[in-house]
């Protein structure tokens, strides 16, 4: 868990980034090329590709595509319907898909996943809802297509090192990842991207290089490293962290017009979706060990 609150604290800054100096101004197709090209970059020099099989290595691929090629597609277009608070809102139901789809791999239910999910997306629920506007159902819905691959993409890479090669430096086989996110990327761009929107300054380069190299490139391997390392229930929650964080860092920093006690209550709901996390585990544990 620790893994995963360090990154949840670096990527709260990325919304704020996204929505404040790029979308609408850059090209969303360049920002998500650029952003994945770079995290393939940084670890193509680790990778080895005689130390898994063809058909793992398609595997993580297919997560890759999923968890960034797709996700990032979906993600950078919400900002063109949505302010910074709202999309990072409508990531609420990210947990829940987290549990559901991972059940629905197992064919049952976790009664106790399923609860710490829905108590995490009622604590983000609370912390701000803006009236429905011009474009609200249309972003609302592009969000949920990106919550969808974004916990595909984690659930399936959990449950690929788990079963297929637990023993593996993840660092060795996570460039995997980063060229399934780039095979669906570079045709994207090609296809829909406009070249005549590409970066004008250099805080947009900036920006871009920082949300490539260090939030995608180390953000995505630490944050599913992490994921291999918890049970699914406290994957879902930490999913919903970075809602309470990613706004706080925007009213600090650019927007302090947000209510900062309903922040504070739906942060406290978060914990305790924890804290019933935590509870639940230790009463499944205590029930194997007895049995």
Not at 167 to 175: A, E, I, Y
Request: net charge positive; aromatic share 12%; hydrophobic share 55%.
């Amino acid at each position: 868990m620790p893994i995963l609150i360090a990154v949840t604290l670096l990527w709260a800054f990325s919304f704020s980034l996204i929505g404040v100096y790029l979308a609408g101004q850059v090209d969303a197709w360049f920002s998500v090329l650029m952003r994945v090209t770079l995290a393939t970059v940084v670890f193509l020099p680790f990778l080895k590709l005689r130390q898994i099989e063809a058909k793992i290595a398609f595997k993580l691929m297919i997560c890759g595509a999923l968890q960034l090629g797709i996700m990032y597609g979906f993600y950078y277009q919400s900002f063109l319907y949505l302010s910074v608070p709202e999309v990072l809102l409508f990531t609420v139901m990210t947990p829940l898909y987290v549990t559901l789809i991972n059940d629905m791999l197992d064919r049952r239910l976790n009664i106790g996943f399923a609860i710490s999910a829905i108590l995490a997306i009622l604590g983000a629920i609370a912390i701000r809802y803006q009236g429905i506007d011009e474009g609200f159902v249309k972003g609302l819905l592009i969000v949920q297509g990106a919550n969808i691959c974004f916990a595909s993409g984690q659930v399936g890479y959990k449950r690929i090192i788990a079963k297929e090669r637990p023993d593996l430096p993840q660092r060795t086989v996570f460039g995997w990842f980063f060229l399934g996110a780039l095979a669906v990327v570079i045709p994207c761009y090609l296809a829909l991207g406009n070249p005549e929107k590409l970066p004008t300054t250099t805080l947009q380069w900036s920006i871009l290089t920082y949300l490539g190299v260090i939030a995608s490139g180390l953000g995505y391997f630490a944050w599913n490293k992490g994921a291999t390392m918890v049970n699914i229930g406290t994957l879902a929650v930490a999913n919903n962290l970075l809602i309470p964080a990613g706004i706080l860092v925007n009213v600090i920093f650019w927007n302090r017009d947000a209510d900062i006690l309903r922040l504070s209550i739906g942060g406290g709901i978060i914990l305790l979706a924890l804290w019933v996390n935590d509870k639940f585990n230790q009463k499944h544990a205590k029930a194997q060990t007895t049995a």
